[in-house]
């Protein structure tokens, strides 16, 4: 069973940035579809963005999109999220999330679309 670990999150200003990694505990994370998923407190998880295995296709949060670049390494077996002008309403835990195999676009953005999730890491973004 794949295990995924996040690592990058932290407290920072408006503003500023934030890369958060997501890493596996097999190599077979480069034939993974790989998203990012965020919850506050209070509020459901959603999406916000994702990559297919070969890394020709990404998908955004229409709110974040001119905010956010997804992309990964398959030969380090990890997946980053480079987010920039953080907000204080971007405060969450983001959590990584993988799906074996091609997903098809309309389901890239669906948390019930991946089987392997991580623990999540702290976001905390200061006024």
């Known amino acids: 069973q794949v295990q995924l670990v996040e690592s990058g999150g932290g407290l920072v200003q408006a503003g500023g940035s934030l890369r958060l990694s997501c890493a596996a505990s097999?190599?077979?994370?480069?034939?993974?579809?790989v998203g990012w998923f965020r919850q506050a407190p209070g509020k459901e998880r959603e999406f916000v963005a994702s990559?297919?295995?070969?890394?020709?296709?990404?998908a955004y949060t229409d709110s974040m999109k001119d905010r956010l670049a997804i992309s990964r390494d398959n030969a380090k077996n990890t997946v980053s999220l480079q987010m920039s002008s953080l907000k204080p309403r971007d405060t969450a835990v983001y959590y990584c999330a993988g799906r074996s195999g091609v997903v098809p676009t309309a389901n890239m953005s669906r948390h019930m679309t991946y089987n392997y999730w991580g623990q999540g890491t702290q976001v905390t973004v200061s006024a």
């Open positions: 990559i297919r295995a070969s890394g020709d296709t990404t």
């Open positions: 097999e190599r077979t994370l480069s034939t993974y579809t």
